[in-house]
C-alpha cells in the first residue's frame, strides 16, 4: 500500500539563492562559478538590508513564524572543496547555509569545469559540525525524473543512509540533480524523512510553492549590489528563464527516450 504524504506549501515568499564553485582566486569559468570575493560582498549587502540568510530548512521555518523575520535562503550544489572558506565567510558574517551532496561522489572529481576537487567525508564532518546544513544530492547525480520509479527511492534512501551512517547527519533537505523535479516526488521524500526539496526555477519561491519542489534564483558573477536587489525582489530577469519552462516538458521526453534507447543520460 503506498503512503500518501500531504503536499506541504511554502510559507511566504522567499528567495532562495543556488551557488556551485566558489573559487578563491581567479576569475571565474562560467556562470556556475562565483569569486568568494564577491559573495562577500553578496551577503554583506543582504546582511546590511536586513535580512537572515541561512539554509533551507531553516529559512522554511523561520517562514512559519508570524511575523517573521525577512529571509534570504543560501545554498550550494555538489560540495566543492572550496566551500571550505566560504564556511569561513559563513561565519564570520553570521549567515548560514545548505550545501547538497551527491554521496557517491564525496572526495571525487567535480561536476564544473575548473571547479576541482569535492569535499573529503573529514571535511564533511568538520563543517556539520560547524553548524553548516548537510542535504542529499541524490547518490550518484543522475537525472532522477527520467529513471524508474525504484531507482528514483535507490538514490534517494541510499544518500540519506550514507549522510547518517558516516556522520551521523538526518537530513531533512534534497535536491534534485542538474534541477530536474520528479513528479510525485513528495510521497518517496516525505516517506524517507526529508521535509523539503529544491529545483533551478529561476524564480522566487512563494506561498502555493510545493516545499517539494522549492524553486531557487542562480548566484552569477559580476552581478553587484544592485543586480543581487533586483534578482531577490523581481526574480532572474529576462525571457531565458521563462523559455526554459515551457521547454521543459519536451525536453524530458528527449532525455527519456535517449535514456531507454541508447542508454545515455542527457543533462
Known amino acids: 500500500m503506498s503512503l500518501t504524504v500531504p503536499v506541504l506549501r511554502v510559507p511566504r515568499t522567499l528567495p532562495v539563492l543556488m ?49 517573521g523575520p525577512r529571509v534570504v535562503a543560501l545554498t550550494f550544489d555538489d560540495g566543492y572543496a572550496d566551500f571550505l572558506a566560504v564556511a569561513e565567510l559563513l561565519a564570520d558574517l553570521g549567515c548560514g547555509a545548505t550545501l547538497y551532496v551527491p554521496t557517491a561522489h564525496v572526495g571525487g572529481q567535480g561536476m564544473v569545469r575548473d571547479a576541482g576537487r569535492l569535499l ?63 513528479r510525485r516526488a513528495a510521497e518517496v521524500l516525505g516517506a524517507a524523512g526529508y521535509t523539503n526539496a529544491c529545483v533551478i526555477g529561476r524564480r522566487i519561491a512563494g506561498p502555493g510553492d510545493d516545499v517539494f519542489a522549492v524553486p531557487r534564483l542562480q548566484l552569477r558573477p559580476g552581478l553587484g549590489a544592485a543586480g543581487l536587489r533586483a ?26 527516450l535517449s535514456l531507454r534507447v541508447t542508454g545515455h543520460e542527457l543533462t
Open 19 to 67: 551557488c556551485h564553485s566558489v573559487p578563491a582566486t581567479g576569475g571565474p569559468s562560467g556562470d556556475l562559478q562565483v569569486p568568494l570575493g564577491e559573495l562577500r560582498e553578496q551577503l554583506r549587502v543582504l546582511r546590511d538590508d536586513g535580512y537572515t540568510v541561512t539554509g533551507l530548512t531553516e529559512a522554511l521555518d523561520l517562514g512559519l513564524r508570524e511575523p
Open 120 to 182: 573529503t567525508w573529514s571535511e564533511l564532518e568538520d563543517l556539520a559540525a560547524a553548524g553548516v546544513e548537510l542535504g542529499s544530492h541524490s547518490h550518484r547525480h543522475r537525472p532522477l525524473d527520467v529513471l524508474p520509479a525504484g531507482e528514483f527511492r535507490v538514490q534517494v534512501d541510499t544518500s540519506r543512509a550514507e549522510l547518517y551512517e558516516r556522520l551521523g547527519v538526518v537530513a531533512r533537505s534534497f535536491c534534485y540533480p542538474h534541477g530536474y523535479p520528479v
Open 231 to 256: 534578482l531577490i525582489s523581481r526574480g532572474e530577469p529576462g525571457v531565458v528563464p521563462r523559455l526554459k519552462r515551457v521547454a521543459a516538458p519536451g525536453w524530458r521526453v528527449v532525455r527519456g
